[in-house]
């Protein structure tokens, strides 16, 4: 809808400066300041409530922060909407909607039509290559009520692909799916990445986190790491992410360590 | 000839309510409807007394916005007062519709603007509440300004389209594109507000809620698609409206009232006998294949459940 500038030239993707959000005078993300690499898969950790949908939902323009600000490649986020696409957690819409398949993904091209504008016939054969890439092309003309949670959530994704955006944020993808769509998903988001595009992903599962990402944010309130994963996925930083919750988490992490559950990054 | 007139008029406002309450219900707002009707009440007055008449216009820019002021207040109040939505709402029209009952009793012998008339309707007048235009006679006023609402609804709906199925599908994608959803939220509230006001001032404030709620409510029993429910809350409307009128002639009773029952009745026969959502198909199926079928529907609650938005 908006017009996009172009990208100031070296500026990273994502840069968020002195971020403080709060809900009713509770401070729920505080002076977070980061910046992000681009073309990298990164993960965001931390336990329940430490305010990942939060940030995202901030830098996405959802929530208006306290103090600081971001940029999208240099730029106010309101020039930069066509270049990053968001992928909200499966829960926030209603399921019942009497839309299809189809014009759910179709709803990822709006970002790229103008007020009063009707999809073209491009925007639906970008919409049905999106469908085909996750895999749910013969759905298209299913009413959305009668998807599965792993359906939906390709639909959602199909729906960000549609988007054709340089960065992606997704919030817990992987939510709820089953082993075939989590490989299918986890393909996907690579292959956007070999794109060159800019993934971050909130995910929940400690387990694969260091297989399946290249960065990683550790975030609880403030934010504790961010980097490679080889030298933040540590158990120092996963302790101060998750505190003293984290005792039976970090066994579990150790565990699968040594049974080689966590895979070396960059491993394919 | 006045037969023709009463079910037209009745037909054009149910039409109108019907476009724009398809998106409250969707939007699990439908008593919105309810809210605005009321709260516009000291709009009108305050236009009547301004003007001192029974113009229409005054009365519309009035009503919309004390419309537009309620939706405001209650979205306010709820991220302020952090009270839940309904109970928000609940204030804020209670209170407005108070302020229009004390103004139009506190300037009652100025204005013969009758209570009854805003409740209850008059649609059975409508045939001799002539326009007369250059000493011409145009026809029935009320027809005059459905009409126009139903086109200006209409036009805002056929122009919107997309925006408006966004806003109610997934409003935060919406805002994270940049679509300028304030204005197509506002918009829609604005269309309400008009149609509301211009439905009741011929069949009264309880009908528009019915015509806004009901129909729609409906065709969401009938179909999943945007489009479809669309064209099937007006065809409820409308069918109400028609089988409303001759109910009231053979009952000898109330039209407003036995459009806001035949509505009813749809809906109910929508309930039981819906392919996709009704009672009986789902025994049906579930008789076919004990366990799971092919497809479950989503379930029969009414949506009136008022949601957060943000
Ligand atoms: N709309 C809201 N109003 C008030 N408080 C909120 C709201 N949304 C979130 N919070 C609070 O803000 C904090 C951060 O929430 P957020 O959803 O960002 O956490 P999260 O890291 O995404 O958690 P999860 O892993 O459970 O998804 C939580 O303590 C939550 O209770
Ligand atoms: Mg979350």
């Avoid at chain 1, 002195?18 to 980061?34: A, C, E, H, I, R």
């Avoid at chain 2, 207040?73 to 302020?99: P, Y």
């Avoid at chain 2, 009901?214 to 429910?229: N, Q, W």
Wanted: with cysteine.
């Amino acid at each position: 809808m908006s017009e996009s500038a172009a990208k100031v030239k070296g500026a990273p993707p994502v840069e968020v400066h002195d971020l403080t959000v709060s809900y009713q005078n509770k401070p729920v993300l505080w002076d977070v300041d980061f910046e992000l690499p681009e073309g990298k898969l990164i993960a965001v950790v931390g336990p329940n409530g430490a305010g990942k949908s939060t940030l995202i939902k901030t830098i996405m323009g959802l929530i208006d922060p306290v103090s600081g600000h971001s940029l999208i490649y240099g730029r106010p986020l309101e020039q930069m909407r066509k270049k990053i696409a968001y992928v909200p957690q499966r829960e926030t819409v209603d399921w019942n909607f009497p839309v299809s398949v189809f014009d759910v993904v179709l709803m990822g091209r709006y970002a790229h039509l103008s007020l009063f504008k009707r999809p073209k016939k491009h925007d639906k054969e970008l919409a049905m290559e999106a469908l085909e890439k996750v895999g749910m092309a013969e759905f298209a003309d299913r009413q959305i009520s009668q998807l599965s949670g792993g359906q939906q959530q390709r639909v959602f994704l199909a729906r960000a692909l549609a988007q054709d955006a340089e960065i992606y944020f997704m919030d817990e993808p992987f939510a709820g799916v089953d082993a075939s769509t989590e490989d299918h998903i986890l393909l996907l988001l690579k292959e956007l990445r070999n794109h060159g595009r800019t993934v971050v992903v909130v995910h929940h599962d400690l387990q694969t986190v260091s297989g399946y990402f290249d960065w990683v944010m550790l975030l609880n309130l403030r934010l504790v790491a961010l980097g490679p994963m080889e030298t933040t996925f540590t158990k120092e930083n996963l302790q101060k992410a998750y505190g003293g919750r984290l005792n039976i988490l970090s066994q579990v992490i150790e565990l699968s360590r040594k049974e080689d559950f966590i895979r070396e990054p960059g491993h394919e | 000839m006045s037969t023709f007139w009463i079910i037209l008029t009745a037909c054009l406002a149910s039409s109108a309510c019907a476009l724009v309450g398809s998106f409250l219900v969707l939007r699990k707002q439908a008593m919105l409807g309810d809210a605005i009707s009321h709260a516009v009440l000291p709009g009108i007055a305050i236009a009547f007394l301004l003007t001192a008449s029974r113009n229409t216009f005054p009365m519309l820019i009035g009503a919309g916005a004390f419309g537009l002021l309620t939706v405001y207040l209650t979205e306010k109040l709820q991220l302020r007062g952090r009270l839940m939505n309904d109970a928000s709402m609940g204030i804020v029209f209670t209170t407005l519709f108070a302020i229009g009952v004390i103004i139009i009793t506190m300037f009652a012998s100025q204005v013969d603007l009758d209570q009854e008339c805003i409740l209850y309707g008059e649609i059975a007048y409508v045939p001799w509440d002539l326009w007369i235009f250059n000493g011409m006679n145009m026809g029935p006023r009320p027809v005059w300004i459905l009409g126009f609402v139903l086109m200006l609804n209409l036009l805002f709906i056929v122009s919107c389209y997309k925006e408006l199925k966004i806003y109610a599908f997934d409003r935060q994608l919406a805002v994270s594109m940049g679509i300028p959803i304030m204005l197509i939220h506002y918009g829609l509230m604005g269309s309400v507000s008009f149609s509301t006001i211009a439905a009741f001032e011929s069949v009264g404030a309880i009908l528009v809620v019915a015509l806004i709620v009901v129909p729609p409510a409906t065709a969401y029993l009938l179909t999943r698609r945007l489009s479809h429910l669309l064209m099937l809350a007006v065809f409820f409307g409308i069918l109400s409206s028609i089988s409303g009128y001759y109910l009231a002639y053979w009952t000898n009773s109330s039209i407003a009232g036995a459009i806001a029952v035949m509505t009813g009745v749809y809906f109910g026969l929508a309930l039981f006998f819906s392919p996709v959502d009704g009672i009986l198909a789902k025994k049906y199926r579930r008789k076919q294949n004990t366990g799971k079928g092919p497809y479950e529907g989503p379930g029969l609650e009414l949506r009136t459940k008022q949601t957060i938005n943000i």
